[in-house]
C-alpha cells in the first residue's frame, strides 16, 4: 500500500463536490487524472487527509464550440480527447498542437486539461498555452462563482488563485482569428519528460507580412508561465529577415532569468531559450504563409 | 465495495480505497502478469487497458476501476498459443529479463488497435513512455513492426 490512508469521497454531482470542498477545505485534495497527485502520493511527498475524486463528475467532461467562436471546455476533459476532437482541430489549432507535447499517450488517456491547470507546473504545456490563448477559468464554490483570466491565475510553483473551497469547473477560451502564425515548441531529453525550456507564440501579421502584434510565452524557465514582454515589443512592426531574428534570439536569452537544476544550467536555458523563440517563429511564418498560397 | 471486470471475468472484491489498481491486480486478483517498476508513473511497467485506453494502473487507485472493463497481459495468450505480439517478441529478442515486457505489450495493443500500420517513428512515440534498461528498444520496435505486417495479427486479442 503505497499512499497514506486517507479519507475518500467520490461525489457524482457536482453540487456535492462543491459540498465537500466548502467542509473541508484546506485538508482535502482534489483527485482527477492523478497523473501528478498520485505518484506524490505513492512517494508520500502528498499525505492529503482526504480525497475528493472528481471522476464521476461526468457534467465536467465536455467539449464544446460556443455561437462566438470559441470554445467551453469542461475541466475533467483528458488531454487525450482534447487531442482527438475534432472541434478543437478546425477551432483551436494550437491547442490541438500542444496535446501531443504533454507526457505520453497513457499519461494523456487519465491527465486532464483542469488538473493540469491547478497542478501550474512551471514546465507544462497547458497553463502556458491558456495564457497566450487569453483563457478564462471559471471557479465555482458552493456560494459563489468568478471567473478569473489565466494572466490572473497563475501565480508561482504550483501555486494558482483557486482558493480552498473553489473547484475549476470550466475552461473558456476566446475565438481563434484564422490567418493568424502560431507555434508551440519545447526541448526536452527524451520525447515527453518534461520540458527543458518550451515556448508558445501567436502573431498577427498584415498583407505584406510586418507583424502588428506579437505574444511569446515561455515555459519551464520561471516559476509560472513567462510573457516575454521585451521579445514581444521589437517584434511590433518588424518584419523577419536573418538579421533581425539573431537580434531576437539575443533580446530573448538577456530576458530570461531561469534557474538551474539537475536537468539544464541556466546558462543553457538562456541560450537554447534563444534559439527556440527564433525557431518556433520561423516555422509559424513558414506555416502562415503556406495556408495563405492556398 | 468494487465490482470490475478483469479479462472478460467479473470479479467484486472490498479494497482499501488507498490500494492502486496495480496492487488490486496482483495481490487481491493474483494477476501478477502486471508488473511494477517505478510505482510513480514513470517507467510504463504497469500499464493496461482501462476502457480500452493504455493507463500506468500505479497511479490509479482500485477504487477508481470501479464498473471499468480491464485487459492486463493475461488477456493476450489463448492457453498456450500465444498472442501475435508475444509471438513477435519472441522472434525478434525483444525481452530478456521481461520486466518491462507486459508494459509494453499492453502498449503496443492500444497503439496497434488506433493505428493498425505505424511508421517506425509512430511505434518510436509510442513507446516512448515504457522505459527497458536491458534489451534495448530496436528488438522491441522490430516486433512491433512484424504484427503490424501480419494481416491476422492487427485485433487479435482487443
Sequence with gaps: MKPAPFEYFAPVE???????????????KILAGGQSLMPLMNLRLARP????????????????ATPEGGLTIGALTRQRALERSKIVQEQNPILAAAMPLIGHFQIRNRGTIGGSLVHADPAAELPAVSLLLGAEFLLRSKSAVRVVPAAEFFLS??????????????????KWPSGEAWAVQEIARRKGDFALIGVALRAELDAEETIQKAVIVMFGVDSKPLRMERAEAILKGRRISEAFLRELSGVVAEELQPDSDIHASAAYRKEVGGVLVRRALESALANVKETRTH | MIKVTVNGRTYERLVEVRMTLADFLRQELDLTGTHLGCEHGVCGACTILVSGEAVRSCIMLAVQADGAELL?????????????????????????CGFCTPGFLMTACALLRDNPAPTRAEVREAISG?????????????????????????????
Excluded at chain 1, 457536482?14 to 482535502?28: I, K, S, V
Excluded at chain 2, 501475435?84 to 525481452?95: E, G, M, T, V
Excluded at chain 2, 534498461?133 to 530496436?138: A, F, L, W
Aim: with cysteine; glycine share 6%.
Design chain 2, 130 to 158: 515504457n522505459i527497458c534498461r536491458c534489451t534495448g528498444y530496436q528488438p522491441i520496435i522490430n516486433a512491433i513492426l512484424q504484427v503490424s505486417s501480419e494481416p491476422e495479427g492487427k485485433t487479435k486479442g482487443e
Design chain 1, 49 to 64: 487527509g482526504l480525497i475528493i475524486d472528481i471522476n464521476r463528475l461526468s457534467s465536467l467532461d465536455t467539449i464544446t
Design chain 1, 14 to 28: 457536482l453540487q456535492e463536490a462543491l459540498d465537500l470542498l466548502e467542509r473541508y477545505g484546506d485538508e482535502a
Design chain 1, 157 to 174: 510553483y504550483l501555486t494558482t488563485a483557486i482558493r480552498p473551497a473553489e473547484l475549476l469547473t470550466e475552461i473558456r477560451l476566446p
Design chain 2, 72 to 96: 492486463t497481459v493475461e488477456s493476450l495468450a489463448e492457453g498456450d498459443e500465444l498472442h501475435p505480439l508475444q509471438r513477435a517478441f519472441q522472434d525478434q529478442h525483444a525481452l530478456q
